[in-house]
C-alpha cells in the first residue's frame, strides 16, 4: 500500500486530532479561518425521542462533508435543520459566521437536492431548474435582460449534467437518470454557495449512480461550492467527502478523513458500517509473557504491538478486514489451519468464507486476477499489523499508546 | 437428462394489439446440482420465467420438462419445487418456527428432528432469535430470510429463490451468501434464483442467463461472463466498475495493428499480439467498439496519454477516471495511488485485454487474440 496516496482532499496522516469521535473537534481545526457552515450543539427531539443529540461541527469553504449513517441516524433532519425547513431545540447554526436564527430558508443562500428528486411535475426540465432564479431579480437589469441570463444559466448547468437535450421535457417524460440531473441542475443553477444533497443517486441504477460519483467531485469542484452530502453508501462517502461525519442514533460518533474512518475507525459499529465485504470481529482476551502482549487465535500466538499493552487483561475484539487477509504456507510463521466454505466472486473481487478449526468465519478477500484455493483445507496469514483492537463491552477503539511505526495509528499518544 | 429443461419457450400477455412478449423463445438447460441465476433488470422476463418454472404462469408456447417429465398439465404442487417467492408469504398465525418446519412437519417427520433442522437453518441464516415471533412482528428482512429458510429446509427436486436476499443489510449480505452457497453445494441443490443484482447472481450462482427485453443474452460461467461476454449489452451490464467503452478504427499494415481512437489517440500493436485470425476481423471491420474492463486498465511508464479526473479510494481499492481519447476511461487499482485531479498518466492495454464488438450491431467480435464463432 502507498502510504503517500491522498484521497481527495486527505488530511495528514498525523493529524491525530481529528479522531476525538467529533467531540471538541471545531476547536482543533479552522480556528484561524471562520468556517463555511459551523453546527455548535445543535439538539432535536420529537416527543420524547432525541433525533439529533449535541451535534457539532465544521465544514471549511469549498471542502465537502458527507454525513453518513444507518436509516433513522438524524442525517435528513440534520440536513432540514442547516437549511432551515426544521428549528432546533438547542445549538446554532453559522453560515459565514453568522447565525442563522430567524433568517428564512430561502435568504439562507442555500441549494438542495433530494433523493426523491421533488421536480413539479407540471413544469418542463428547464422551468424547473430554472425556479431558483424567479426570486432573485437583477437590479436595474430589464425583463428581456434578466430573462436572457436565466436561459444562459439553466442552459450552462445542463450542459454540464448532460441534460441540455431534454430541457424541454415534463419530468414524466424522463428517466430516472434525467430526473436526477435535472435535480442536481436546480440545486446548483443560482450558484449557492452553500449545497445540501439529500442521497441524490439513491434511487438511480448501479451503473449511473456508479458514473455519478465520478462526475459530482469535480462538478462540485468547478462550481467551488460548499457541500453536505448525505449517504448511506459507505463507497459514496469515501469517495466524495474530504470529511465524513459518522451519525448514529443523533450523534456523531466520528467526523475524520476517509483515510481516518477507514483505517482508525473509532468504534467497532464504524469500522463494520465502512467496508465490502465487513471487517471480521473476532473475540480475543489480549495476555501478557515476557515477550509482550499478544492474543491467541486457533492456539496460536500472536504477539500484539506493544503499544497495544493497555489491551491485557479486557477483553477485546480484534478486528481484520478482509482484503488484509491472505492465504499462505503451513510454515510461514502465524498461518493458522481454516477450511474454504465457499468462494464468491464479488465484482474484482473474490471473497472466501472459511472458518477455524473453532468453528469461527471469517471472510478473504483477494483481487480477482490472484489465484488462490476455492475450498478445502488451506492456510490464513493473519497481519497484526494491520489489525485494529476493540474494547469487546463499548465497542471503542483501543489506540496505541505510544504509536509505532507501521500500525495503523500514525498518532502519538492518541489513547482517550 | 437434465433437471430442467426450457424449449423454445414464449410468454405472451393480453391479446391481440395490447399484447406483449414478456419472453420469446427461451432455451435454457440446468443440470441437476447446478445452481443458476436469471439477471436482469425489471421488464426482462426473469420473473416470468420463474412463474412459468412453478406453474404459477401458463407458457404460452414451447415445452419445460422437469426431471424429464413435460409440465404443461402439472400444478404447481406436483412438480416438486420448493419456493421463496416476493408475495409467497409467511403463514401469519404460525410462528416463524411453524413456518419454517411446516413442509417438514407435512412431511412426518420426528418432532425432536425438525426442532434440530429448524435451529441450525435458522442459525445459518442468523434468525435465530425470532423464531418464537410471529411473521407481523418482525423486520421486512427477517420475513425474507424466514421465507427462505422455509424453502432451503426442504429436499425438493428444484428450489426456485426470487430476490432472495434483497433486503438484507450489508454487513450480513457476504457472511450469509458465502454460507448459502455452502449449504447448496453441499446438499447438491438444484436452484434457480432471480435476481437484478449482478454481484448476488456472480456469488452465489455457477451459470448465469443474461436476460433483457425478453431474451436470453447469454448464459454462462460468471468467469466467460467476465472474460468473453457475447454482446456489448452483456459486456457492460456485468461487471462493477463497467466496462470501459470505446469506438476505434482499425487501421493495420505489414507488422502493426493500430486502433484509432479520438483525439489523435491510438493504440498500437504488433500483429501476433492479436494473431492472424483476429486481424483478418479486424480488416473487415473500418469501425468497432472496443471494450476494456477497469482491471486490465494499466497505468504504465509508456503508453497513450490520459488526464486524471477524479481518484476515489474506496478502503480497498481505487477507482481512477481519466479523459482519454475524447472519452473517459476508468481503471481499477487495488493498492492506494496518488494521481490527482489534472495528472497526466500513461495507459496501456494488453492485446489479450481487448474486447472487440460490431460497431452497429454490438455482437462480440474477439476476445483478445480470440475469434468469436
Not at chain 1, 14 to 35: M, Q, Y
Not at chain 1, 396 to 409: A, K, L, N, T, V
Not at chain 2, 144 to 152: D, F, K, T
Not at chain 2, 297 to 317: I, T, Y
Request: aromatic content about 4%.
Amino acid at each position: 500500500m502507498n502510504d503517500g496516496a491522498a484521497a481527495p482532499g486527505a488530511t495528514d496522516a498525523g493529524e491525530g486530532s481529528l479522531e476525538s469521535a467529533g467531540r471538541g473537534e471545531s476547536e482543533d481545526r479552522e480556528t484561524d479561518s471562520v468556517a463555511k457552515l459551523s453546527l455548535h450543539g445543535i439538539t432535536r427531539r420529537y416527543g420524547r425521542e432525541t433525533v439529533l443529540d449535541q451535534v457539532s461541527l465544521d465544514v471549511p469553504a469549498g471542502g465537502t462533508l458527507v454525513l453518513f449513517g444507518p436509516s433513522g441516524a438524524g442525517k435528513t433532519v440534520l440536513l432540514r435543520v442547516v437549511a432551515g425547513v426544521v428549528e432546533a431545540d438547542a445549538g446554532e447554526v453559522l453560515i459565514d459566521g453568522r447565525d442563522q436564527h430567524g433568517i428564512e430558508p430561502e435568504k439562507r443562500g442555500i441549494g438542495m437536492a433530494f433523493q426523491n428528486f421533488a421536480l413539479f411535475p407540471h413544469l418542463s426540465a428547464f422551468e424547473n431548474i430554472a425556479t431558483p432564479l424567479h426570486s432573485r431579480r437583477g437590479e436595474g437589469a430589464t425583463r428581456a435582460e434578466r430573462r436572457d441570463t436565466r436561459t444562459e444559466s439553466v442552459e450552462r448547468v445542463a450542459r454540464l449534467l448532460k441534460i441540455d437535450h431534454v430541457l424541454r421535457q415534463s419530468p414524466g417524460a424522463l428517466s430516472n437518470g434525467q430526473k436526477q440531473r435535472t435535480s442536481l441542475a436546480r440545486a446548483l443553477v443560482a450558484e449557492p454557495e452553500l449545497l445540501l444533497l439529500d442521497d441524490p443517486l439513491r434511487n438511480v441504477d448501479a451503473k449511473l449512480r456508479f458514473e455519478m460519483r465520478l462526475e459530482l467531485p469535480r462538478l462540485l469542484a468547478d462550481q467551488g461550492t460548499t457541500v453536505v452530502y448525505v449517504t448511506q453508501d459507505y463507497k459514496e462517502a469515501m469517495a466524495l467527502g474530504d470529511r465524513i461525519a459518522v451519525l448514529v442514533a443523533g450523534r456523531v460518533e466520528q467526523i475524520g478523513s476517509p483515510e481516518d474512518i477507514y483505517l482508525r475507525p473509532a468504534t467497532k459499529r464504524i469500522a463494520t458500517l465502512f467496508g465490502d465485504p465487513p471487517i471480521n470481529l473476532l473475540d480475543v482476551d489480549p495476555e501478557c509473557d515476557a515477550d509482550g502482549p499478544y492474543v491467541t487465535l486457533s492456539g496460536r500466538r500472536y504477539p500484539l504491538d506493544p503499544a497495544l499493552a493497555v489491551a491485557v487483561g479486557r477483553q477485546c475484539t480484534l478486528g481484520v478486514r478482509p482484503e488484509a487477509l491472505r492465504f499462505g504456507d503451513a510454515s510461514e510463521p502465524g498461518a493458522i489451519p481454516v477450511t474454504v466454505e465457499a468462494e464468491t466472486p464479488l465484482n474484482e473481487k473474490v471473497v472466501d468464507l472459511v472458518t477455524t478449526v473453532r468453528g469461527r468465519e471469517i471472510l478473504v478477500s483477494r483481487p480477482a486476477h490472484l489465484s488462490g484455493p476455492a475450498s478445502g483445507e488451506a492456510h490464513l496469514v493473519v497481519p497484526m499489523e494491520r489489525a485494529l483492537l476493540f474494547e469487546r463491552a463499548s465497542g471503542e477503539r483501543i489506540r496505541p499508546r505510544g504509536g509505532s511505526p507501521g500500525s495503523p495509528d500514525t498518532d502519538a499518544g492518541g489513547a482517550r | 437428462m437434465s433437471q430442467l429443461e426450457i424449449e423454445d419457450v414464449t410468454k405472451i400477455y393480453g391479446a391481440k394489439r395490447d399484447a406483449v412478449a414478456a419472453v420469446r423463445s427461451l432455451d435454457l438447460r440446468i443440470e441437476r446440482g447446478d445452481v443458476v441465476a436469471l439477471l436482469g433488470s425489471s421488464g426482462c422476463g426473469k420473473t416470468s420465467t420463474l412463474r412459468m418454472i412453478a406453474g404459477f404462469e401458463s407458457v404460452t408456447s414451447g415445452t419445460i420438462r422437469v426431471g424429464g417429465r413435460d409440465t404443461g398439465r402439472l400444478p404447481p404442487a406436483g412438480r416438486n419445487i420448493a419456493m421463496a417467492f416476493e408475495g409467497y408469504s409467511l403463514y401469519p398465525p404460525m410462528t416463524v418456527r411453524e413456518n419454517i418446519g411446516f413442509a417438514l412437519q407435512s412431511a412426518r417427520v420426528d418432532a425432536a428432528e425438525i426442532r434440530r433442522r429448524v435451529d441450525d437453518m435458522a442459525a445459518m441464516l442468523e434468525i435465530g432469535n425470532i423464531l418464537e415471533r410471529y411473521p407481523s412482528s418482525i423486520s421486512g428482512g427477517q420475513q425474507q430470510r424466514a421465507s427462505l429458510a422455509r424453502a432451503l429446509i426442504r429436499e425438493a427436486g428444484m428450489h426456485l429463490l426470487d430476490e432472495p436476499m434483497g433486503q438484507l443489510e450489508p454487513q450480513l449480505r457476504a457472511l450469509l451468501r458465502g454460507r448459502i452457497k455452502h449449504y447448496l453445494k453441499e446438499r447438491g441443490c438444484t436452484v434457480i434464483l432471480v435476481t437484478h443484482d449482478q454481484t448476488e447472481a456472480n456469488a452465489l450462482a455457477d451459470r448465469i442467463a443474461v436476460m433483457e427485453g425478453g431474451e436470453l443474452q447469454q448464459y454462462a460461467t460468471p468467469a466467460e461472463l467476465r472474460d468473453r461476454p457475447a454482446n456489448l449489452f452483456t459486456g457492460t451490464f456485468i461487471g462493477e466498475p463497467p466496462m470501459n467503452v470505446i469506438d476505434a478504427a482499425p487501421v493495420l499494415d505489414g507488422t502493426r495493428v493500430r486502433l484509432v481512437l479520438g483525439e489523435g489517440v491510438s493504440l498500437d500493436y504488433p500483429r501476433d499480439a492479436f494473431g492472424e485470425p483476429v486481424v483478418r476481423v479486424l480488416g473487415e471491420h473500418p469501425r468497432v467498439t472496443l471494450g476494456v474492463r477497469p482491471h486490465a486498465v494499466r497505468v504504465a511508464e509508456s503508453g497513450a496519454p490520459a488526464r486524471v479526473v477524479v481518484n476515489q479510494w474506496l478502503g480497498d481499492q481505487s477507482h481512477v477516471a481519466a479523459a482519454f481519447a475524447g472519452a473517459t476511461l476508468v481503471a481499477v487499482e487495488h493498492d492506494r495511488v496518488s494521481f490527482a485531479r489534472g495528472d497526466t498518466i500513461r495507459v496501456a492495454v494488453a492485446a489479450e485485454d481487448l474486447h472487440l464488438f460490431d460497431a452497429t450491431s454490438g455482437k462480440a467480435l474477439a476476445h483478445g487474440a480470440e475469434v468469436v464463432a
